[in-house]
Structures are given as structure tokens and as C-alpha cells.
């Protein structure tokens, strides 16, 4: 015989996005103004809050030899002309800025990288 519980959670919400609508951003081609390769999307930082606050940007190197990994700030990218998986996201920093911001390192304060100051500090929540 099935245990059911007293009280049944209710049934989860569902939310349809169309396929042209939405896409994921990991694994992502990342290219300046300027159309140079800035590397490509290897992780998102979120704040305490699930606020989405920032990327991780592996930058540099030659098939994975050499790159570093950058932290930029996720309002510094613009999202306007992905419309397939081939698409790059644009990054409003030049390829020397991000050639030139330490390296992020899992686990240690990290430096983010943005256009024209608009990052706000990261803030414990209490």
C-alpha cells in the first residue's frame, strides 16, 4: 500500500520559456566591442541572495594551456546577439583591462572586473 502524507505539498508552478527566448550562457564564446577574444564563460557567481552578480571569464592561453580565469562584472555583458549556441556574448572591456585583473581563485576574495564602476560590494547578509 502507497504512504501518502497527511498534507500533500501542492503541485510545483511551471513557467514555459520559448527556445528563441532564453539561453544558457556556460561554455559561451565571450568577445569584446572590438570583436576580440576574450575567452569564454566557465562559471556565474551568485551573491547570498541568488542575485546573479558576476561570470567567470577563462581568459587567455592556447587550448586551455596558459589561460587564467577573470571574474567580470555581469552587468559588463551584453546578451543582444545570442540567438543560437554559436553566438558570442559581448563584454564592454577592452582585451588589455582583462589582460591586466588579477586572477580568480575558488575560495579567496575575488577582484571584480566592471564597466564604468556600476558593481555594487558584495555584503554578508546577516
Same mark, same amino acid.
Given at each position: ?14 513557467? =514555459? ?5 532564453? +539561453?544558457? $550562457? %556556460? ?6 566591442? @572590438?570583436?576580440?577574444?576574450?575567452? +569564454?564563460?566557465?562559471?556565474? =557567481?551568485?551573491? %547570498? ?9 577563462? *581568459?587567455?592561453?592556447? %587550448? ?6 577573470? $571574474? $567580470?562584472?555581469?552587468?559588463? #555583458?551584453? *546578451? ?12 564592454? %572591456?577592452?582585451?588589455?583591462? $582583462? @589582460?591586466? @585583473? ?16 556600476? #558593481?555594487?560590494?558584495?555584503?554578508? =547578509?546577516?
Amino acid at each position: 500500500m502507497p504512504v501518502t502524507p497527511k498534507d500533500a505539498a501542492p503541485p510545483p508552478s511551471v513557467t =514555459i520559456i520559448g527556445a528563441s527566448d532564453a +539561453h544558457g $550562457v %556556460l561554455g559561451r564564446d565571450v568577445r569584446s566591442a @572590438a570583436d576580440e577574444d576574450m575567452g +569564454h564563460i566557465v562559471d556565474v =557567481i551568485v551573491d %547570498l541572495t541568488g542575485r546573479v552578480r558576476a561570470a567567470v571569464i577563462d *581568459f587567455g592561453g592556447f %587550448l586551455g594551456v596558459g589561460s587564467r580565469r577573470i $571574474v $567580470v562584472d555581469w552587468n559588463a #555583458l551584453r *546578451f543582444g546577439k545570442i540567438t543560437n549556441k554559436k553566438d558570442s556574448i559581448t563584454l564592454e %572591456l577592452t582585451k588589455a583591462q $582583462v @589582460a591586466a @585583473a588579477p586572477e580568480y581563485k575558488e575560495d579567496t576574495p575575488m577582484v571584480v572586473l566592471g564597466a564604468s564602476g556600476s #558593481l555594487q560590494p558584495l555584503q554578508a =547578509i546577516q
